[in-house]
């Protein structure tokens, strides 16, 4: 195999990944007419068409869904041959580009210094999203996400669960009283974080039994990262709802406490979102095993 067919060929895997030639374009820093060149190319090394261009949205030809299939464990087998016959290298090398939350790379972040010297030559390209779309638009290898997940076409991997916490620092809640009920935050501060990517977290939903609440707090500060609400919050600020999973050695040292704690909020699962293929590489599991044993 020519490294211009294998070229070729990781071009055509993120073009069906991508779902477009204009994002496959972006994603591979390419210009569309190099990538249409390539792909042309690869069609009259194979002898059949792969797409179906007469089409207004981007469609493999059955010939094409059976070869991308192929190509993807080809070059997956390739990787991880490569990384099997390095020697004196312990662990994954290479490059992973992953996406995170902002609440779990809090918690990732504290931890990472292990992953990192358990993969020595591993190099690492982390961006803040909660968007799985983030996968095919940004060429990311995994996104680790926090609530469901609507792409059927990706697959999402469990990792556990965050729950959202309302807390403030011990000095606000002695100057502004402790809340005993949900219409008591009526009388406080509010304190939230809005991603690009999401939807302003302006309305706190709890839950008591069969009772529940929808508050909409006073907002007094809103901040476009998770890790400086939190901040805020133990400046004295005002109340924050971030997930547990963000503040948990906060809670334990004093810097924050939590309120309303009989009142909880529904659970939303942390999943390591990848693309839909047979294999995932090594590089990108070991990754997600860290990740659930810090969640």
């Known amino acids: 195999m020519s490294i211009d067919k294998l070229r070729a060929i990781r071009y055509f895997?993120?073009?069906?990944?991508?779902?477009?030639?204009?994002?496959?374009?972006?994603?591979?820093?390419?210009?569309?007419?190099?990538?249409?060149?390539?792909?042309?190319?690869?069609?009259?090394?194979?002898g059949f068409t792969l797409f179906a261009r007469s089409t207004r949205r981007l469609a493999l030809t059955e010939d094409g869904r059976m070869y991308s299939e192929c190509c993807r464990d080809v070059l997956l087998q390739l990787e991880e041959a490569e990384i099997g016959g390095s020697r004196n290298l312990s662990g994954t090398r290479g490059k992973l580009r992953f996406g995170v939350h902002p609440a779990v790379r809090l918690a990732l972040l504290r931890e990472l210094k292990q992953f990192l010297g358990q993969n020595p030559s591993l190099q690492l390209e982390m961006?803040?999203?909660?968007?799985?779309?983030?996968?095919?638009?940004?060429?990311?290898?995994?996104?680790?996400?926090?609530?469901?997940?609507?792409?059927?076409?990706?697959?999402?991997?469990?990792?556990?669960?965050?729950?959202?916490?309302?807390?403030?620092?011990?000095?606000?809640?002695?100057?502004?009283?402790?809340?005993?009920?949900?219409?008591?935050?009526?009388?406080?501060?509010?304190?939230?974080?809005?991603?690009?990517?999401?939807?302003?977290?302006?309305?706190?939903?709890?839950?008591?039994?069969?009772?529940?609440?929808?508050?909409?707090?006073?907002?007094?500060?809103a901040v476009?990262?998770?890790?400086?609400?939190?901040?805020?919050?133990?400046?004295?600020?005002?109340?924050?709802?971030?997930?547990?999973?963000?503040?948990?050695?906060?809670?334990?040292?004093?810097?924050?406490r939590s309120v309303l704690d009989d009142w909880q909020s529904p659970p939303e699962p942390v999943q390591a979102v990848v693309a839909a293929s047979?294999?995932?590489?090594?590089k990108v599991r070991s990754f997600i095993e860290f990740v659930r044993s810090v969640i």
């Open 127 to 221: 961006i803040s999203t909660n968007a799985p779309g983030a996968l095919i638009e940004q060429g990311l290898d995994v996104v680790i996400c926090i609530g469901a997940l609507a792409d059927s076409s990706l697959v999402a991997l469990p990792l556990g669960s965050a729950q959202f916490v309302i807390c403030g620092s011990p000095h606000y809640l002695a100057a502004r009283g402790v809340p005993k009920h949900p219409d008591d935050l009526a009388a406080h501060d509010g304190i939230v974080y809005v991603m690009p990517d999401e939807s302003p977290a302006t309305r706190w939903q709890l839950v008591r039994g069969s009772d529940r609440r929808l508050i909409a707090p006073p907002v007094r500060l």
């Open 278 to 282: 047979r294999r995932i590489p090594s």
């Open 13 to 46: 895997v993120r073009t069906v990944d991508a779902g477009s030639f204009a994002a496959a374009a972006r994603s591979l820093e390419v210009s569309p007419s190099a990538l249409s060149k390539a792909l042309t190319g690869l069609e009259e090394l194979v």
């Open 224 to 256: 476009r990262d998770g890790a400086g609400a939190i901040d805020a919050a133990i400046h004295g600020c005002g109340l924050v709802r971030p997930f547990d999973i963000a503040i948990r050695p906060d809670l334990a040292t004093g810097r924050l």
